[in-house]
């Protein structure tokens, strides 16, 4: 019993404290922030300009591995309880005043929460067994496909720019 209470108390702590939690579904694992609240963390989502939400769905079950503020490595795992919050109801307002605090760079700040409403997705994800085991092998996997490119090549001359203003400085 006290074992439990402490592996529930460490995955909460150690949520709170991440920035980000890596969420699994039904696909490959995925870097998600969230905020913790009531107990449970809160992700936001699967609209424009919001992080993808692939495989997590109402009523399914997630693996949540949370990783060292500090270090990056991995602290410990839980099995989540997926549910979406309903638009508009108290849960759901509550969920969104507490990351519309923690969206960084949004570009509509002001109507956030309206544009959530209409074209997002706010789920809940309430832990179950912890697990503070590490595992024998490695969990790295390949980068998932993305569109992103950097713009443009480097400049052929700043490697010599950088070098100079090393010697100078």
């Known amino acids: 019993m006290t074992d439990s209470l402490l592996d529930r108390a460490l995955a909460e702590e150690a949520t709170k404290k991440s920035g980000l939690i890596w969420v699994r579904g039904t696909g490959p ?29 109402d009523g399914a079950t997630a693996e949540v591995t ?18 979406e ?20 760079n949004a570009p509509d700040a002001e109507t956030i929460t309206e544009r959530w409403a209409r074209e997002c997705r706010v789920l809940r994800l309430a832990p179950g067994a912890v697990t503070t085991a590490h595992p024998d092998g490695s969990l790295a996997a390949t980068p998932l496909p993305t569109p992103a490119t950097t713009r443009r090549p480097a400049p052929a001359a700043l490697p010599r720019l950088l070098g100079r203003r090393r010697r100078n400085g």
């Open 85 to 104: 919050l309903a638009p508009g109801s108290e849960e759901w307002q509550a969920a969104v005043a507490e990351l519309k605090g923690k969206r960084l």
């Open 66 to 83: 949370v990783r060292s503020k500090d270090k990056g490595g991995r602290l410990v795992g839980w099995t989540a309880g997926v549910r």
């Open 29 to 57: 694992a995925r870097a998600l922030w969230h905020v913790w609240l009531d107990g449970a963390a809160l992700v936001v989502g699967d609209g424009p300009g919001e992080q993808p939400l692939p495989g997590l769905a």
